[in-house]
């Protein structure tokens, strides 16, 4: 072995974001409803006998082994593999969107990374088993606050009705059928040019369910509902009532705090609105990162084109049904 390569998808949530969170997670209990789409972030580990070397793209930053000044994300990296008795060698992390967007994208860094220690212990055994590594790792190594949905989202890959007790995960993963093909075509995720305010907003949400705030508890487990009757209306295979829930959804989630949306979210939201999507919201924690929205695939142009004047970055996407895996180099 002297090259491995593994790609993690990103994924959206559609509904269900913030009941996955601790304590209210544990409490009470998580629903959530996502799927990856075809964008995502590689790790390249080259086999070499110099002191393992760790490179990003999107923080344009390398560290050595050896020669760590801080902690920053690269030298936790660096802990990590050292952990797992990985110590010389380049580690190159190369992700399609910027960091702390609402894509999940340190989930899927960890994810392929985790992905290509476990190749090179022989120890991988199956996306589960993955997951269950990289949620532990990227809260305790990294210090991250986030959902348990985002590793086995993005391990699993494809639609999936999630439900957990922070315990016990279960994943239903859905065969596509009318519905979320339909839904499929019409995707697209519009960037509001800014990131990182996500962790904050879901620090205050992490905040008030551990001091059981009861505005908030009974907004999460509305939210909870809201995802159960998401599930159903995919097996009814009922597209109308999909993209009102999403909505309804998001109705409440932005009433959590008034920092989870701002001005231009909600410009780029109605902007949507008026222009053809059936239903629009901000992914992750909230304040800024990226609007997904969805329409009829004979409107997605017009959604586009009407969101093009407040971002330099919208993007048409597709869902997936592979989670992280090892891939060709030529992939």
């Known amino acids: 072995m002297k090259r491995l390569v593994s790609y993690s998808p ?3 949530s559609f509904l269900g974001g ?12 998580s629903r959530v409803f996502n799927t990856t789409i075809d964008h995502g972030v590689k790790v390249t580990y080259t086999q070499d006998n110099y002191p393992l070397e760790v490179s990003s793209r999107d923080f344009l930053k390398t560290v050595i082994m050896g020669d760590e000044h801080g902690k920053s994300f690269q030298n936790k990296i660096l802990d990590l593999l050292s952990d797992y008795g990985i110590r010389s060698g380049r580690i190159y992390i190369n992700g399609e969107v910027p960091p702390g967007s609402g894509l999940a994208s340190s989930s899927a860094m960890v994810t392929a990374l985790m992905r290509i220690i476990l190749e090179i212990r022989g120890e991988y055994a199956d996306p ?18 986030l959902g348990i949905q985002d590793p086995y989202a993005i391990s699993v890959g494809g639609f999936k009705y999630m439900e957990s007790n922070g315990t016990d995960v279960k994943v239903n993963k859905y065969k596509e059928n009318r519905l979320l093909e339909k839904v499929g075509e019409g995707m697209l995720i519009c960037y509001t040019g800014g990131t990182r305010e996500s962790s904050e907003v879901l620090k ?4 008030m369910s551990s001091q059981n705030d009861s505005g908030t508890i009974e907004k999460l487990k509305n939210i909870s509902n809201l995802t159960e ?22 109705d409440v989630k932005k009433t959590l705090s008034n920092r989870v949306s701002s001005t231009k979210v909600d410009n780029i939201i109605s902007t949507a609105l ?13 304040n800024q990162g990226f609007v997904l929205a969805i329409g009829e695939k004979e409107k997605i142009w017009k959604m586009q084109q009407s969101l093009m004047d407040l971002s330099e970055f919208v993007v048409r996407v597709r869902p997936t049904g592979s989670g992280t895996s090892i891939v060709n180099e030529d992939q």
């Open 204 to 207: 205050n949400q992490v905040e």
């Open 18 to 29: 913030g009941t996955d969170i601790s304590p209210f997670l544990e409490k009470h209990g």
């Open 229 to 250: 009757e998401l599930a159903r209306s995919v097996e009814k295979e009922d597209y109308h009532q999909f993209t009102d829930l999403i909505n309804r959804g998001w």
């Open 10 to 12: 990103l994924r959206v």
């Open 128 to 145: 589960m088993q993955l997951a269950k590594i990289s949620y532990e790792k990227e809260r305790n190594c990294f210090g991250i606050t």
């Open 274 to 286: 008026d222009n053809g999507a059936d239903c629009a919201r901000l992914l992750g924690g909230g």
